[in-house]
């Protein structure tokens, strides 16, 4: 067998990872954040989901101005928050979240911040990352030499 | 606008001019790849600070999408259920790492998800070795450094690594290693292993 030769077959391929069986996130609907978005889609922000948001003082301050969506997202960023967790935290899907911060950073109710590209190559941050995993402590039973 | 100076070097491309309730931690990515049921939720979650969440993201659009596919053979969004934990390095550094959706059809959604990561670590069943082509694929041809990682299920390895190796024909650096997807000194290792390569990477680049 290999991976050339061996190519799997699309059909079964579909049958794999069906949505929702992981764990129990539920469906959104997707008119909803039609509606959220007015019409609007995040193909043109490109923000990484791991991209950190957080609250400003004068969004925390404008709360009450704010409605829905956008007042809930000011919310729970008064700690940083990536995107991907904004999305879980209120359900929302990541895409309407990505449209929503960039109207909310554009009222400077949100700070956004865009990771550096050129981040994954670079060698500080590797070793950083690196030394920062060897100093996880780990359970007991799990190997831990070194 | 005489924002207080930051006591670290500015970790983000577009430092704002906003004043934010509190600086956030550089956050970095890597990405858990590999074929369903390989073990890919389980190793996130082994070494994840918090239960691994699952987001939902559309492959297309929001705005195209329908919620009810049954009735729309021609559908242009479909929704696929994205698993994701994180690890708080110190209090400027976090790491997250986001398991990808088993099937290599989500193009798109990889694309998503991987762009940007330090790199990859590519779960295997060895009894179901061809399951994680696409992975393999998908990461040589991004130029992404990634780690095969032989998920030994009960301690079982079906095929030694160097059939495993040689049944995936990856190049000689990267490399191929088993690891217990539920041990959370196992998951920990096999991430520093791929950290490693792209470090020598990036070190032989620079």
Known sequence: MTRQGGRPDPARRQEADPVGTTHGAERASAVRPFMVTEGRVAAEAGLPVETQVVATVEGLGQLGALAFERRAIVEVCGTPLSLAEVAVKLRLHLNVVRVLAGDLRASRLLAVH???????SDIDVLRRVIDGLRAIPTSVGSRDAD | MGSAPSPLPSAHETPTDLAPAVRPPLPVKMVVAGGFGVGKTTAVAAVSEIEPLT??????????GIDDVSLTPNKTTTTVAMDFGCLTLDPTLKLYLFGTPGQDRFGFMWDDVTEGALGALVVVDSRRLDDCFPAVDYFERKGMPFAVAVNTFDGDLTHPLDAVREALDV??????????????GSVRDSLVIVLEHALARAVAAA
């Open chain 1, 114 to 120: 865009v990771p550096r590209s050129g981040t994954s």
């Open chain 2, 171 to 184: 190049a000689d650096e990267v490399p191929v290693l088993c690891f217990d997807a539920r041990d959370q």
């Open chain 2, 55 to 64: 987001t939902e993201a559309s492959i297309t659009e929001v705005a195209a």
